[in-house]
C-alpha cells in the first residue's frame, strides 16, 4: 500500500487517537486507584481483585505503548528517514529524564539504597543486570513496569520492519511462539521476565497491522469504553497456574478489537482523555509517593527523611481523595513541563539530525555540476 494512501485512510492513527488516549487513561487511572485501596486498607495481596485490577492497567499500558509506537515508527518510515536511531533517541528523551529525577528523589530519600542498585535504577536496567531478584524504589514502586518497556523498546523496529510488509500469520505464529516462551523463560530468573510480556506487547503490534492492512472500523466510538470492560473481564479471570495465557489473552483480545471501533465524540471526553493521557506518565510515577505520605498507612512506613502526614481521623476517606488528587495534579503538570515536555522536544531535535541520510556521491557529484553550472 502506498504511504500516501496509506496515511489518509487511516488519519488519526498517525497522529491523535481519542480512543487511545482514552486507553491511556483508564489504565492509569485504574493504576491510580488501586494503589490508593492498598495503601489505604493495607491490601494488595496477589491474586486478590485489587491485584487485578492493578495489573490490569499495567498490561493496557503495554498494548497501548507497542501500538503507538508502531505508528511512530510508520510516520517515520513514510517520510523515508532513518528509522532505527531516531526512534531510540527519541524514546530515550521520552523515559529517562522523567525517570531519573524520580530515582534521585527517591534515592534521597532511602539511604538504604546500594551504589549498585542506584544505577540500575537510574538506567533501568533492572531486569538485565542485576543479580539474584532486582529491586525497586519502595517510594516509585510503578517504576517496575519501565525496565520492560525499555526492553521492548529494542525489539519493536525489529517487528515493524520484519511485519509492516507480511502476511498477519506470521504475526499470529510470532505471538504463539512467544506463548511458549513465556510458560518457560521466565522459571530461570527474573532477568528473562520480559517473555512473561511479550504476548501482551504484541497486542499493540497486532492492532497496528490490522490496521495498516484495512480500515475496519465498523462499531460507533460510544461503545469503545464498554468494550475496554468487556475486554478487561477476560484478565480478571486470570489465575497462577495459567498466568502467560491469560496475559497473551487480554494482549490480543485488545489488540483485535481496537482497530473495530470508530473515534469516540463526545467533546467532554475527547478533552478529558486528551489532558489525562498528555500527563499520565507523571501522573504514574508521583502518586505512589503522594499516597504515601498523604495516607500514611502504617503498612507502609518507608520514608526516612520526609515524615507522613499525620494520620486524619475524621472524615479522612474524602480528604485523602482530595488531597493525593490535588497534590497528583500539581506534580504531574510541574513534572510535564518542566521535565517531560522539554525532554520530548530535545529528543524531537536530536532525532530529526539522526534521521538525515547522507547524501549519495551521485547526489553530492549532481550538486556539485549545478553550482558550478551557476
Known amino acids: 500500500m ?6 489518509s485512510r487511516l488519519g488519526p492513527s498517525f497522529h491523535e487517537s481519542v480512543n487511545l488516549d482514552f486507553l491511556r487513561s483508564v489504565a492509569v487511572l485504574t493504576v491510580f486507584g488501586t494503589h490508593y485501596y492498598d495503601i489505604r486498607n493495607g491490601a494488595g495481596a ?3 481483585i485489587p491485584w487485578h485490577l492493578g495489573q490490569l492497567g499495567v498490561l493496557i499500558f503495554f498494548v497501548h505503548t507497542s501500538l503507538v509506537l508502531m505508528w511512530s515508527l510508520e510516520r517515520t518510515s513514510i517520510r523515508e528517514q532513518r528509522l532505527v536511531t531516531p526512534f531510540y533517541v527519541r524514546r530515550a528523551f521520552r523515559i529517562y529524564p522523567l525517570s531519573m529525577v524520580c530515582v534521585l528523589f527517591a534515592y534521597f530519600l532511602d539511604a538504604q539504597w546500594s551504589p549498585v542498585n542506584f544505577w540500575q535504577n537510574l538506567t533501568l536496567t533492572q531486569y538485565v543486570f542485576f543479580h539474584g531478584k532486582p529491586t525497586f524504589p519502595p517510594t516509585i514502586t510503578p517504576l517496575w ?7 521492548m523498546y529494542v525489539a519493536l523496529p525489529i517487528l515493524f520492519l520484519l511485519l509492516r510488509h507480511r502476511p498477519v500469520k506470521l504475526l499470529v505464529a510470532l505471538w504463539a511462539a512467544f506463548i511458549a516462551a513465556a510458560c518457560v523463560l521466565p522459571r530461570f530468573g527474573d532477568g528473562l521476565t520480559i517473555f512473561r510480556y511479550v504476548p501482551c506487547f504484541f497486542g499493540g ?4 497491522r490490522l490496521m495498516r492492512q484495512r480500515d475496519n472500523r465498523q462499531f460507533p466510538g460510544w461503545l469503545w469504553p464498554a468494550a475496554i470492560a468487556a475486554v478487561s473481564c477476560v484478565w480478571m479471570l486470570a489465575t497462577e497456574k495459567y498466568l502467560p495465557f491469560f496475559i497473551a489473552a487480554l494482549g490480543v483480545s485488545l489488540g483485535l ?4 471501533f470508530r473515534e469516540m465524540q463526545s467533546k467532554a471526553v475527547r478533552s478529558a482523555a486528551k489532558i489525562v493521557a498528555r500527563y499520565s506518565y507523571g501522573i504514574y510515577l508521583s502518586h505512589f509517593p503522594i499516597m504515601l505520605y498523604v495516607i500514611s498507612s502504617p503498612h507502609y512506613r518507608w520514608f526516612k527523611v520526609i515524615p507522613p502526614m499525620p494520620l486524619i481521623r475524621h472524615h479522612g476517606g474524602p480528604i485523602h481523595v482530595l488531597l493525593v488528587t490535588a497534590l497528583t495534579c500539581v506534580a504531574s503538570l510541574v513534572l510535564y513541563h518542566g521535565i ?5 522536544r530535545l529528543g524531537r531535535i536530536m532525532a530529526r539530525q539522526t534521521a538525515r541520510k547522507p547524501l549519495s ?4 557529484s549532481v550538486r556539485g555540476e549545478s553550482a558550478h553550472i551557476r
Not at 503490534?205 to 497496528?208: D, I
Open 46 to 48: 496477589l491474586w486478590s
Open 257 to 260: 478489537v481496537i482497530p473495530l
Open 2 to 7: 502506498k504511504a500516501s494512501n496509506l496515511n
Open 205 to 208: 503490534v497486532m492492532a497496528w
Open 340 to 344: 517531560e515536555e522539554p525532554g520530548i
Open 145 to 151: 513496569t519501565l525496565p520492560l518497556e525499555i526492553e
Open 361 to 364: 556521491r551521485e547526489a553530492i
